[in-house]
């Protein structure tokens, strides 16, 4: 039976091959969602090695921050935006968890990220979850998960009011469509643990200090972030 499966399974792949999220060819059968090629070729950093990288020096003087990374620059027309597009809005979180687990092996590799007791993602409001069907930052954070076995909590942290996509927006006015829409459902489980918030892509900054804000304001909690790409 399992000899079978195989058959129809080589078979199918065979006429109706997966391709790639970001180049578009066809994928050999131990590739997916992303050819080895593109995932090799993506624009990484450094910044899980550097403690002084420019996502911590962005924050500074904002939010206080244990360690902060992002594995990937992000850049308009790249291959990497392509992949985002597909992770946020084609049904595509396994991009999301493949991603995720290249930044766990990241942090792993630097040894700068040790001690951290839980993952938060930036979570979605109930309607844009509902319409999604997942959150694509919690896809990540389950590929950082997998990776590093720091255990991922959802729900501690939520979305208090849907809020507009913030693509066009300027920095003052992504700071006012977040501030203030986050709040916390179980301050206990976090109290004086160390935090790691993770999300998809850092611009501004404005939706991580928002969910920052409302973290560090419970007793002795210690926070990092890793975002896959930054901007």
């Not at 578009?24 to 450094?46: H, S, V």
């Not at 694509?136 to 996509?165: D, H």
């Amino acid at each position: 039976m399992k000899r079978l499966l195989k058959y129809i399974e080589d078979f199918w792949f065979l006429f109706f091959p997966h391709t790639c999220e970001a180049c578009g060819t066809a994928l050999y059968k131990n590739e997916g969602p992303i050819c080895f090629k593109c995932l090799y070729e993506l624009p990484r950093t450094d910044y899980c090695s550097d403690p002084e990288n420019p996502i911590v020096q962005l924050f500074t003087g904002r939010i206080k921050l244990e360690k902060a990374t992002a594995l990937f620059t992000f850049h308009k027309g790249s291959r990497f935006r392509k992949l985002l597009h597909s992770l946020k809005y084609k049904n595509k979180p396994e991009i999301g968890i493949l991603l995720g687990k290249e930044l766990g092996a990241a942090m792993l590799r630097s040894k700068n990220f040790i001690g951290i007791d839980y993952i938060i993602p930036v979570p979605l409001h109930a309607n844009r979850l509902k319409q999604r069907g997942y959150n694509q930052s919690e896809m990540i954070g389950q590929g950082i998960s997998a990776v590093t076995k720091i255990p991922l909590l959802i729900n501690t942290l939520i979305r208090n009011v849907e809020t507009v996509t913030q693509t066009k927006m300027t920095k003052e006015e992504r700071w006012k469509n977040v501030s203030g829409k986050f709040s916390i459902t179980d301050a206990e489980i976090i109290k004086n643990k160390h935090i790691l918030l993770v999300d998809d892509v850092l611009t501004t900054g404005s939706t991580i200090e928002a969910c920052g804000e409302v973290l560090l304001t419970v007793d002795g909690l210690k926070l990092s972030i890793a975002v896959l790409a930054k901007a």
